[in-house]
């Protein structure tokens, strides 16, 4: 298969390694060039739990194959997805199928006011992963990935790019209610990510600390309330067992906020609490606990250069 990876830092390699192994063509789209030129020159390296590897991958800052691809992965940071549905429309095919597997809400919704729905797939995966460098990542916790169609009439695409994954030894099902796994998903990011980058902690320490717990579950009973007035109705046990759950085997894990917090960079913060801050206003549901965590995120981010050691 021909496939194109939006965005190679640490998701986007971990797949994009993965499926080159496989032997699927792979080509990976960023705009940094540090990124796009190790990964011509050194191909993607991959360290951590499904073993160490190296393998050659295409890279640049636009797609440059000679024909469109079969599968586009969409792996930007939320805040890009827009940017990305315009360069994945200059070279999107008719056969092209689009999945995203980005964190966040409202990631589908902009990639198809650009891109045909019917094209379009969406999922989630636990998979964790950390980029070391430029094309080096670490493969940081195994999880599964589950993908579902995004245009209401179900086809077998999801089943086939599962079995692709599933090959790739990327374990992957497909899903029926696409809307529900992504808010399932959301209340994990919720509940993790924020806190883990504002206490500057791996995800299994917010487990350890009373005061941390304490914060995670109103935030995630709030995500709970946002998506039931959404019409995605989610148990609020099971969901609460699942964060912590996920906390627990992602442990070792340094979440994807604290990573862009420690590397000075932008954070997601607006597709995850501030997520359920924006709808949750919409529907009229109260969410103190995110609107905080989501100011202070804002403030971590803009003061990043003045902090105290
Ligand atoms: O964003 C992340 O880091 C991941 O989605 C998760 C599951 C919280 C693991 O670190």
């Known amino acids: 298969m021909r ?32 990124r796009t030129e190790a990964i011509e020159s050194d191909g993607i390296t991959v360290e951590g739990v499904g073993g160490d590897f190296e393998v050659e991958a295409s890279a640049g800052s636009i797609y440059a194959g000679d024909a469109p691809p079969d599968l586009v992965l969409v792996c930007v940071k939320a805040y890009d997805t827009a940017a990305a549905a315009n ?4 070279f999107l095919g008719a056969d092209t199928v689009v999945l995203t597997l980005q964190n966040g809400v409202g990631n589908i919704e902009r990639l198809a006011y650009t891109l045909p729905r019917e094209q379009l797939l969406a999922g989630t995966t636990s998979l ?34 599962a079995a692709v994954f599933t090959e790739a030894r990327l374990p992957a ?19 993790i990510n ?49 964060v912590k759950d996920v906390a627990r085997r992602t442990a070792s894990n340094r979440s994807s906020m604290l990573m862009d917090i420690l590397g000075g960079r932008r954070t997601e913060i607006d597709a995850i609490n501030g997520a359920v801050v924006h709808r949750g206003r919409e529907l009229g549901v109260a969410v103190p ?21």
Do not use: Q
């Not at 830092?9 to 960023?30: N, P, T």
């Not at 606990?289 to 050691?309: D, F, G, I, P, Y």
């Open 3 to 34: 496939i194109v990876v939006m965005g190679a830092g640490s998701m986007g390699c971990l797949l994009g390694g993965y499926l080159a192994r496989a032997g699927h063509r792979v080509f990976l789209v960023d705009p940094l060039t540090e």
């Open 87 to 90: 360069d994945i429309a200059e």
């Open 128 to 161: 964790g992963a950390n980029l070391l460098g430029p094309g080096r990542v670490h493969h940081a916790g195994e999880g599964k990935t589950h993908i579902g169609d995004v245009y209401p009439e179900r086809s077998d695409r999801a089943e086939k790019i």
């Open 173 to 191: 099902v497909a899903a029926d209610d696409i809307h529900e796994l992504v808010w399932n998903k959301l209340a994990v990011n919720v509940g």
């Open 194 to 242: 924020a806190l883990t980058a504002l206490l500057r902690v791996r995800n299994g320490r917010i487990l350890a600390a009373e005061g941390a717990t304490k914060i995670l579950e109103p935030a995630v009973a709030e995500c709970i309330a946002v998506a039931e007035e959404s019409g995605v109705s989610l148990d609020p046990e099971t969901v609460m067992a699942r």
């Open 289 to 309: 606990v995110n609107e905080t965590l989501t100011h202070l995120v804002h403030a971590l981010e803009s003061l990043r250069e003045h902090r105290e050691k």
